[in-house]
């Protein structure tokens, strides 16, 4: 969009709508010949990377005329910043001192502890604002689909960042069950499915020592486990090649360069083929990633071999051209996973296009304790929608168009009126932090568009531009809003600040609603 017509699009979303209806139903939409008499009122549905852009984006649109509501299912705000970026990666957060000024902009209402779905649906949000932008991330995670993938010991990644990060959900379903698998006596081995920087942020975790994670804002409950590991050696386990590998070079140096930590790869699997060759002379992080494999080969970090005949030493292990074709439980009466059959691949097809072939050998990793499937996240369809509303199950994404939500009628694409998509949820689990705020840039575009042209809801008049926070305490919410959560953040702090770390964070919704709202003081 050329620079003037995009800034004609926000003068016009400021407040110049023209009188428009939407064919397709009589939709109610902006109507004024002027500028709206009340603020406009826009709802965002979740409050990680994508929807804080998308609130700063609607605020850079819509200036003094923008009201945005931020509704959250936790108590604490910030998504996978908060509770999906690894503890010693604390740079990465940094961008939380951004979102948390968003926060706290007059114009922006924080509304935590509200579950969209259960507290409100989307027909409570139609009557009460002029659009609502649904980014709620990527909540489920994608299978393996092998037999034995659902035996005690075997998790998603997904919740063993969580658990390690203090999201509440994680942590009262997973604690219990990793202590057991971390600590297991008959296994000292971890195997990682996937080859991305999720599962490379996992490895690092299991082998990194446990005291240079004391200093960060890793969560007491796993740094008490992760001291308690009897895990030494962590099999990472890809389909495909070390050319077609999804991590990037500076989070896999990172982990290869961990101390007392051996790395071991076949160097068959080094091989490349003129394919591969093609595939990283066409993709230089994956040239540098595949060089930086190398290295630590030719030069493993000194005194590592002796630490492991000591039985002091950890190793990593990358299995390339590898499926897992089951998962077999241990004998002992606990039925936990204790092994993993593989099946040996081979590549064929042309560079930028490798596909995994089986080659019909097999072999199995024994001793293991412990199964983290990091083979991507998955969308989920809302509860909060009526049956019907447009939701691709293959992609895990709702159907779109520059964010626009759209949905099939008469065998024709039409947006849903005044519902969009920004995040996970519009393009699927992909991307950097940064990634997001283009992703929140081309949905805020597409509204500022519609409002110019009248095509944005016109809140019921009887709400009187109050938003759902009304709604959600008649219904006996326990809100918490921007105040709350500032009182959860200094009360993690000094909870950290005592333990030397950044922040000792709650691990508990009830804990954290307490300290949102006070509950027991005095």
């Not at 924080?110 to 779905?117: E, K, M, R």
């Not at 009182?487 to 030397?500: K, L, P, V």
Request: with cysteine; charged share 25%; hydrophobic share 40%.
């Amino acid at each position: 969009m050329a620079s003037a017509t995009r800034e004609t699009l926000l003068r016009q979303a400021r407040g110049l709508a023209t009188s428009a209806v939407i064919a397709s139903g009589g939709i109610p939409v902006f109507n004024s010949p002027g500028k709206e008499s009340t603020p406009r009122r826009f709802c965002v549905v979740g409050s990680g990377p994508a929807g804080m852009y998308a609130a700063d984006r609607l605020l850079a649109a819509f200036g003094e005329d923008a009201r945005v509501d931020v509704i959250e299912k936790l108590p604490t705000p910030f998504g996978l910043v908060r509770s999906g970026v690894a503890p010693d990666h604390a740079g990465t957060k940094s961008v939380v001192n951004r979102f948390d000024g968003i926060l706290r902009d007059p114009r922006v209402t924080y509304l935590g502890n509200v579950s969209f779905g259960e507290h409100v649906g989307l027909d409570d949000l139609y009557a009460r604002y002029s659009a609502t932008v649904l980014c709620y991330g990527a909540e489920g995670d994608k299978k393996l689909g092998v037999p034995g993938e659902d035996l005690p010991g075997s998790h998603s990644a997904r919740e063993f960042v969580g658990w390690y990060n203090g999201d509440p959900r994680c942590v009262k379903d997973l604690d219990a069950p990793m202590r057991r698998a971390l600590a297991c006596a008959e296994g000292d081995t971890a195997v990682i499915f996937g080859l991305g920087n999720v599962a490379v942020d996992c490895a690092r975790m299991l082998l990194r020592a446990p005291e240079h994670l004391a200093s960060t804002d890793v969560c007491q409950h796993a740094l008490e486990a992760l001291r308690r590991s009897t895990v030494r050696r962590v099999v990472m386990v890809g389909r495909r090649g070390v050319a077609q590998g999804a991590f990037s070079p500076k989070e896999l140096r990172e982990l290869l360069n961990l101390p007392g930590v051996r790395v071991t790869v076949d160097p068959m699997e080094l091989a490349l083929e003129p394919e591969d060759e093609a595939d990283l002379a066409a993709h230089r992080p994956r040239r540098r990633a595949y060089e930086a494999i190398v290295k630590s080969i030719e030069s493993p970090p000194a005194g590592v071999e002796a630490d492991l005949k000591a039985g002091g030493g950890r190793e990593l292990v990358l299995k390339f051209l590898r499926s897992p074709t089951e998962f077999l439980p241990s004998d002992d009466g606990e039925n936990s996973v204790r092994s993993v059959d593989l099946a040996v691949n081979r590549l064929e097809g042309a560079a930028g296009s490798r596909k995994a072939v089986p080659t019909g050998e097999k072999e199995r990793v024994d001793r293991v304790s412990l199964v983290l499937r990091s083979v991507g996240y998955k969308g989920l369809p809302a509860k909060g929608v009526k049956e019907g509303f447009p939701f691709d199950h293959e992609r895990g994404v709702v159907p779109n168009v520059a964010g626009r939500v759209m949905e099939k009628m008469g065998g024709y694409p039409t947006h849903v009126t005044g519902v969009y998509v920004a995040g996970w949820l519009k393009r699927g689990p992909s991307g950097i932090i940064g990634t997001n705020l283009h992703c929140a840039e081309e949905t805020v575009e597409s509204i500022a568009e519609d409002a110019g042209n009248g095509r944005l809801r016109r809140p019921d008049y009887r709400f009187k531009g109050k938003g759902v926070r009304p709604l959600l305490e008649s219904r006996g919410v326990r809100v918490v809003d921007a105040e709350g959560w500032g009182r959860i953040d200094a009360a993690e702090r000094a909870a950290g600040e005592a333990a030397g770390k950044p922040r000792e964070k709650f691990v508990s919704v009830d804990s954290m609603v307490r300290t949102a709202l006070a509950i027991g003081e005095n």
